[in-house]
C-alpha cells in the first residue's frame, strides 16, 4: 500500500473515477478515509476493503498508510470461476457491505495470503502466472470465510431469483450505462420483457428500473464536471447523449441545475 500511494497527492487524494478493475486492499495504519459511490467512511486498522470494478471509488485523506493492496480485473479469474464473479464471491455484490472489520487473527491470515502474492509475483517462476491466479483465488476464499461470519442473512436473500435477476441489472447497468439509457436494451440482454424487469426491481428495490441507470449517469456527469477540464460537449458524446442540449436538459431536469453550474460548485 505504501508504494501505491508514493504517487498520490496528499491534498487532492485519490480522485473520484471508476475504474475497471476490482481493488483488494487491508489497512495496517495509517489515516484513510473511502467513498463509495455516495457513502463516506474512515477506515480504522485491520479494515478489509472490497471495491468490485465500476464502483465509483475515492479518498479524500490519505496520511501514513501501511498495509496490503491487490488490483485485479474479472477476467484474470474467469479460469478459477464457476459463474459470475459475484455469485461466488458475495462482497462483489454493488449493495454488498464493502468494508469488513478482522479481528487479530483474521487479520494474520490475511496479511500472510498477501505476503504470498508478493512472493509470487517478485519471483521468477515459469508458473508464475498459474500461481497468481491461485493465490488470489484463496485470498477471495479467506476474505468469504471472513464475510460469511458477518453477513449470512444477506447472502441468503441473494438467492432469490428476484433479489438475483435485480444484481444481474444493476451489474449491467454498472457497465453498460453510459451507452445504454433504455430500460428494454437491458430487458433484451437479460432475455425477458422490459414489464417483467420493472415489476422485478420495483418489488426488490421500491424504484423502477430507469431510475438506477439515471443515477448512474448522474454520478458519472457530476464526476466529469468536477474532476476533468472536458467541455459539455464531451462529457455529452462520453454519455452518449443525442447531443449537448439533450445533456443539459437531463442534468437540469434531474438536478434543477445546469452543467456549467453545477461546474462551478453552485
Request: proline content about 4%; overall charge negative.
Amino acid at each position: 500500500m505504501e508504494e501505491r500511494h508514493q504517487h498520490v497527492d496528499p491534498k487532492l487524494g485519490i480522485p473520484a473515477l471508476r475504474r475497471n478493475f476490482n481493488l483488494v486492499y487491508l489497512l495496517l495504519d495509517g489515516l484513510h478515509d473511502i467513498r463509495l459511490d455516495d457513502k463516506l467512511r474512515w477506515l480504522m486498522p485491520h479494515d478489509l476493503v472490497i471495491v468490485p470494478a465500476n464502483v465509483l471509488y475515492a479518498s479524500t485523506n490519505i496520511k501514513d498508510c501501511k498495509g496490503f493492496c491487490l488490483e485485479f480485473k474479472t477476467e484474470f479469474l474467469e479460469p478459477l470461476l464457476q459463474g459470475a464473479l459475484a455469485e461466488q464471491f458475495p462482497f462483489f455484490e454493488l449493495d454488498a457491505e464493502h468494508v469488513i472489520s478482522l479481528n487479530a487473527n483474521e487479520s494474520s491470515l490475511v496479511q500472510r495470503s498477501f505476503e504470498n502474492i508478493l512472493e509470487v509475483y517478485n519471483g521468477h517462476s515459469r508458473e508464475k502466472t498459474q500461481l497468481l491466479r491461485d493465490y488470489v483465488h484463496i485470498l477471495l476464499l479467506l476474505i468469504r470465510d471472513c464475510y460469511r461470519a458477518r453477513y449470512t442473512v444477506y447472502i441468503k436473500e441473494k438467492a432469490t431469483r428476484a433479489v438475483q435477476l435485480t444484481s444481474a441489472y444493476q451489474h449491467l447497468v454498472d457497465e453498460h450505462f453510459r451507452e445504454m439509457h433504455e430500460v428494454q436494451q437491458y430487458a433484451s440482454l437479460l432475455n425477458i420483457t422490459p414489464k417483467h424487469l420493472a415489476d422485478v426491481v420495483k418489488s426488490t428495490t421500491g424504484k423502477p428500473p430507469h431510475e438506477m441507470i439515471h443515477h448512474r449517469l448522474l454520478q458519472e456527469a457530476r464526476t466529469l464536471l468536477s474532476n476533468t477540464e472536458m467541455s459539455m460537449a464531451e462529457i455529452a458524446y462520453t454519455l452518449h447523449f443525442e447531443d449537448q442540449s439533450h445533456f443539459s436538459h437531463f442534468m437540469k431536469r434531474k438536478t434543477g441545475h445546469t452543467p456549467l453550474e453545477i461546474r462551478k460548485g453552485l
